[in-house]
């Protein structure tokens, strides 16, 4: 997520960005679900988490498709849980199958790392030479948020995770916290998002966002008294010029 300050001369002279993955998943960002922050995650974490929900899946005498893994991009683990167990041949308790979830998840980060999305790597280092502060806005749990953080070494000023909001995507209270620790009205903020669920939760919040397509069938557009979002191939078309023109023209609506 990326705030916005505009002084006399109408140049924005700061922006605040949040990255979700898991996300996680965005200058507000995200790592969503239990995957990036990623509200916009910058991190290709989803291959990960299919083989973690496959191999839990699995001790529960199930099977797993990417069909079910797509229903689930950018929700809790909770729902995952719920969703596992409602499909297994001998689900386990809800506790086990999510420690079972997190363990197998912080064990492939370590051990394989987590690779950025293309472009990412080029917007954060242009963001952080502008001085503008980050937050990580994720679905995931402070265990895979952690795990992913120092796999990658990316540094965010906020960090919010799934422990530190009672209600998750797609409610607006997770990026309304990040706006909150940022000291930035929503509004002034860019969300950068890959899920429905995240495109949906900073739209609420009052975030103009910016979709990077990951999985985007179903996501919403524009909505009574929010205009939709700025859907682009890559983070490769995105710049500090391009995140100000957003923000810019969020306002002027």
């Not at 954060?124 to 070494?153: C, H, K, N, Y």
């Amino acid at each position: 997520m990326f705030s916005s300050r505009t002084p006399a001369d109408l140049t924005p002279n700061r922006l605040s960005a949040a990255l979700d993955a898991a996300g996680n998943g965005n200058l507000l960002g995200a790592i969503d679900r239990a995957k990036s922050a990623h509200s916009f995650n910058p991190l290709a974490v989803e291959p990960l988490w299919f083989e973690a929900e496959r191999s839990v899946m699995a001790r529960m005498g199930g099977t797993w498709a990417e069909a079910d893994q797509e229903q689930l991009i950018g929700g809790s683990l909770g729902n995952l849980v719920a969703y596992m167990r409602a499909r297994a041949a001998t689900p386990a308790e809800p506790e086990q199958v999510g420690r079972w979830l997190l363990d197998t998840m912080v064990v492939l980060v370590t051990e394989r790392g987590v690779p950025l999305m293309p472009g990412a790597a080029e917007l954060l280092a242009e963001i952080a030479a502008a001085g503008i502060p980050r937050a990580l806005v994720t679905s995931a749990q402070r265990q895979i948020m952690d795990a992913v953080i120092a796999s990658t070494g990316l540094v965010f000023g906020v960090r919010v995770c799934a422990e530190d909001v009672s209600r998750g995507k797609p409610d607006a209270e997770p990026y309304l916290r990040a706006a909150a620790l940022l000291g930035e009205p929503p509004g002034g903020c860019v969300a950068l998002e890959d899920s429905p669920r995240g495109i949906a939760s900073a739209q609420a919040a009052g975030c103009p966002v910016i979709a990077v397509p990951s999985v985007l069938a179903g996501a919403p557009t524009a909505g009574p008294g929010r205009p939709g979002p700025t859907v682009v191939a890559s983070l490769r078309e995105v710049d500090l010029d391009r995140l100000r023109r957003v923000v810019a023209f969020s306002a002027a609506r």
